[in-house]
């Protein structure tokens, strides 16, 4: 599935979910490039990075904010906290073996799921 046309329908299917529900590159396009383009898992993270830094929201962030549905200084608080967390994760991912970096992952998504599910 290593073609244009695969890889401009992931982005399609990761772009639509991230503007309807804020989701995209760890829930989305991660797995898609494992198991659909036969990534290894540091590959697949550092790809999603990569595609998701400039358009990651700034058409649907546009939107959000038309909308008056975005609180800017929290949002720069986070950006801050995302450059010094990134810098931090990225490098101790590169030292963990790839399979423990996929079962950290999937055991995020697993707990994330059962919160989002059991809440009310």
């Given at each position: 599935m290593k073609s244009f046309l695969g890889s401009l329908g992931l982005g399609l299917i990761a772009g639509v979910l991230s503007g309807l529900v804020?989701?995209?590159g760890g829930v989305i396009i991660v797995p898609a490039l494992v198991y659909f383009f036969g990534m290894d898992q540091k590959t697949a993270q550092g790809t999603s990075l990569a595609v998701l830094l400039p358009p990651t929201g700034l058409l649907a962030f546009l939107e959000y904010y038309r909308a008056g549905h975005v609180d800017i200084r929290v949002g720069a608080a986070i950006v801050?906290?995302?450059l010094l967390g990134g810098?931090?994760?990225g490098g101790f991912a590169q030292?963990?073996?790839?399979?423990?970096?996929?079962?950290v992952f999937a055991v995020l998504l697993l707990l994330t799921a059962i919160k989002m599910w059991t809440e009310k």
């Open positions: 804020g989701i995209g801050v906290g995302l810098l931090f994760g030292q963990l073996p790839h399979e423990a970096l996929r079962k």
